[in-house]
């Protein structure tokens, strides 16, 4: 039965794809409902994660990740699919989709540290801003894409198409502030990983190879920032940064935990 919520929530993200890829299959008038299909999407979802979390607390592993990186990405998507930005929600419904799917089919996994430290309040502080910094970032990705894909049909003077985008100044705006959004939330997050391991762990401060990779990552886009506010490099860099940052979010996310061990490790 815990499934059944996930199920409306991955029928209610392919009703919202299928209205941005194939949006005369739809028509227009269902089309104008897509926020509002994504809005009760990601409050059903984040209803099931508190549920099932609360319920279970010791069998958080590689689902509940992924789930919660779908659940980032659905706010970002209500976050700013209006009207005059409803072209993002193009990349956007489908990767909550794909990530949502993929947690109700890969094997379960738990996270080694929990089989120590048990039930904490610093678990859903921690993975509440790592994940809101992981939706912050999605969608600087996602701008990122559509920036690029604009200011090349702009070089090549092919303007088909290019009236339902926003403006670059404005993508480029959004593009920076979801990038800062992320940081800040992924600096917190990690700094209430810290606290709770030192407070949990026997060996807090041994190398643990997740830690070191996403203390890699926010230094990535620490450099990004300072980049844009300090050397003035905007619009292409920023977005190049987020691109390739979010891929090692999702390396970090989905394909890490497994190649290495650690407290971050899945044990089984």
């Known amino acids: 039965m815990e499934r059944l919520p996930y199920i409306l929530v991955l029928v209610a993200w392919g009703f919202v794809s299928l209205g941005h890829l194939l949006p005369d299959v739809i028509g227009e008038r269902l089309r104008a409902h897509l926020r509002s299909v994504a809005g009760l999407a990601v409050a059903v979802h984040a209803i099931t994660l508190v549920v099932v979390g609360a319920m279970a607390p010791y069998e958080t592993g ?78 600087s990705f996602v701008v990122g894409i559509v920036y690029l894909w604009a200011r090349k049909r702009l070089k090549q003077k092919k303007f088909q198409g290019m009236a339902r985008l926003p403006s670059l100044e404005l993508l480029d705006r959004i593009q920076f502030r979801s990038m800062l959004f992320g940081f800040v939330f992924l600096t917190l997050g990690i700094g209430a990983g810290g606290a709770w391991a030192a407070a949990s762990l026997r060996d807090a401060w041994e190398i643990d190879p997740k830690v070191w990779f996403t203390l890699l990552i926010w230094a990535w886009y620490g ?39 650690g407290w971050h490790g899945y044990g089984g």
């Open 223 to 261: 450099a990004a920032l300072q980049v844009r506010l300090v050397a003035g490099r905007r619009g292409r860099w920023t977005a190049l940064f987020s691109i390739v940052g979010f891929g090692g979010m999702l390396f970090s996310l989905v394909g890490l935990n497994f190649l290495l061990g």
């Open 62 to 139: 590689f689902p509940e990740a992924l789930s919660a990186a779908s659940l980032g990405v659905g706010i970002a998507y209500v976050s700013v699919a209006n009207q005059r930005l409803r072209a993002l929600g193009m990349l956007l419904g489908p990767l909550a989709l794909v990530l949502l799917g993929t947690a109700q089919v890969v094997p379960h996994r738990t996270v080694t540290a929990l089989q120590e430290t048990g039930v904490s309040p610093w678990l859903p502080i921690h993975l509440g801003l790592m994940f809101a910094g992981l939706a912050g970032f999605a969608l």
